[in-house]
T-cell receptor
Framework: NAGVTQTPKFRVLKTGQSMTLLCAQD?????MYWYRQDPGMGLRLIHY???????AKGEVPDGYNVSRLKKQNFLLGLESAAPSQTSVYFC????????????FGSGTRLTVV | AQTVTQSQPEMSVQEAETVTLSCTYD???????LFWYKQPPSRQMILVIR??????QNATENRFSVNFQKAAKSFSLKISDSQLGDTAMYFC??????????FGKGTRLHILP
């Protein structure tokens, strides 16, 4: 089925370790986004991309890097994980025109111990 | 800065009752989009309803309707004949001219049998 797929769904990291979260969409969407969700905070934008090869910072970018080498994939990297990065991470995508709503992935629960 | 405020962190209503969730936002833009998203315990983000700011008519989707007051920057969600499956976290969201969605902190809604 068409949609946004996030891998992995769960992960536990030790402080200082690195990892990459993968987001893949098969809807030919131009825009892709990474959000984090924390209790009582709603969803906050980390980084986003408006097209292949382009990325930009969102509201809470520190400690994260992203890459969009292919249109269908948007990778979120944690260089040196910290307990403050314990969160649920959501990827979303949308078309450029029409200003429609996002299609979300099912989320990745990350725990940093 | 654009902000979205949900003043009710948590609400409970009896099954079959009508419930209204409040949302206010702040923006200097004249044309934008507003959304209500539902997040059940499965964690999936589900679009409930969408409103375009230039349309005066309030959006409706089956049992879900909005009261959009542009001048007051208010966008409340009404759920009629509430069902147990409506139990979820509800997020009000605003899409700005850069196609980025800004979320409120959410209202946790409990439908009681």
């Amino acid at each position: 089925n068409a949609g946004v797929t996030q891998t992995p769904k769960f992960r536990v990291l030790k402080t200082g370790q690195s990892m990459t979260l993968l987001c893949a969409q098969d809807m030919n969407h131009e825009y892709m986004y990474w959000y984090r969700q924390d209790p009582g905070m709603g969803l906050r934008l980390i980084h986003y991309s408006v097209g292949e090869g382009t990325t930009a910072k969102g509201e809470v970018p520190d400690g994260y890097n992203v890459s969009r080498l292919k249109k269908q994939n948007f990778l979120l990297g944690l260089e040196s994980a910290a307990p403050s990065q314990t969160s649920v991470y959501f990827c979303a995508s949308s078309f450029r025109t029409g200003r429609g709503s996002y299609t979300f992935g099912s989320g990745t629960r990350l725990t940093v111990v | 800065a654009q902000t979205v405020t949900q003043s009710q962190p948590e609400m409970s209503v009896q099954e079959a009752e009508t419930v209204t969730l409040s949302c206010t936002y702040d923006t200097s833009e004249s044309n934008y989009y507003l959304f209500w998203y539902k997040q059940p315990p499965s964690r999936q983000m589900i679009l409930v309803i969408r409103q375009e700011a230039y349309k005066q008519q309030n959006a409706t989707e089956n049992r879900f309707s909005v009261n959009f007051q542009k001048a007051a920057k208010s966008f409340s969600l009404k759920i009629s004949d509430s069902q147990l499956g409506d139990t979820a976290m509800y997020f009000c969201a605003f899409m700005n001219r850069d196609d980025k969605i800004i979320f409120g902190k959410g209202t946790r809604l409990h439908i009681l049998p």
